[in-house]
């Protein structure tokens, strides 16, 4: 299984809505990871996580919650985001010690909010 | 800090022909990874081949395959018999190794590949 899992494929909320991302993976990597992507520009970093804890957060406003409840998946909790988020989020996991190997993507979550 | 420059956005080559993609970075490490993604149409972003700064031989895949210069900082990808399904964004990517844990992939901004049939 060489698959990283992301829920929901599309998500449109509004302003004031509370949703959530989830990711998951059983490749047993211990490094996932959130990218958040506009439109014809490359992946931004948004945070790290290493070992279910939280080793970088790229000055990502509050808004944006992430949390590691296990090996195996990764959330990315959402509340009172603003137009500008509307973008691509796309999850990523890989081994933490032989960084020569690849990350792994899944396919991303459309978000629009309105 | 690294950092990676793509600096052609766009490109075009004719199918079955041969193109390449440049790409050069900077950092003052002497070891690090190299990488070029691919994110076609569907979203995911895809491994195309890998290069560790530590081997002289240029890595090859199939009909990927590099020229890494690294005195020059230059990781270029050459396509061979290009294919409709190779129409995608690329990106070129770097990675530290000595941050272990708190390692991430820097990416160049991308260049938009077509493939004229």
């Known amino acids: 299984d060489t698959e990283v899992t992301q829920t929901p494929k599309h998500l449109v909320m509004g302003m004031t809505n509370k949703k959530s991302l989830k990711c998951e993976q059983h490749?047993?990597?211990?490094?996932m990871y959130w990218y958040k992507q506009k439109a014809k520009k490359p992946p931004e970093l948004m945070f790290v996580y290493s070992y279910e804890k939280l080793s970088i957060n790229e000055s990502v406003p509050s808004r944006f919650s992430p949390e590691c409840p296990n090996s195996s998946l990764l959330n990315l909790h959402l509340h009172a985001l603003q137009p500008e988020d509307s973008a691509l989020y796309l999850c990523a996991s890989s081994q933490v010690l032989r960084l020569n190997t690849e990350a792994f993507f899944g396919q991303g979550t459309r978000l629009t909010v309105v | 800090a690294q950092t990676v420059t793509q600096s052609q956005p766009e490109m075009s080559v004719q199918e079955a022909e041969t193109v390449t993609l440049s790409c050069t970075y900077d950092t003052s490490e002497s070891d690090y990874y190299l990488f070029w993604y691919k994110q076609p149409p569907s979203r995911q972003m895809i491994l195309v081949i890998r290069?560790?700064?530590?081997?002289?031989q240029n890595a090859t895949e199939n009909r990927f395959s590099v020229n890494f210069q690294k005195a020059a900082k230059s990781f270029s990808l050459k396509i061979s018999d290009s294919q409709l399904g190779d129409a995608a964004m690329y990106f070129c990517?770097?990675?530290?190794?000595?941050?272990?844990?708190?390692?991430?992939?820097?990416f160049g901004k991308g260049i938009t590949l077509s493939v004229r049939p």
């Open positions: 490749m047993g990597h211990r490094a």
């Open positions: 290069q560790e700064a530590y081997k002289q």
């Open positions: 990517a770097y990675r530290d190794i000595y941050t272990g844990a708190n390692s991430k992939l820097t």
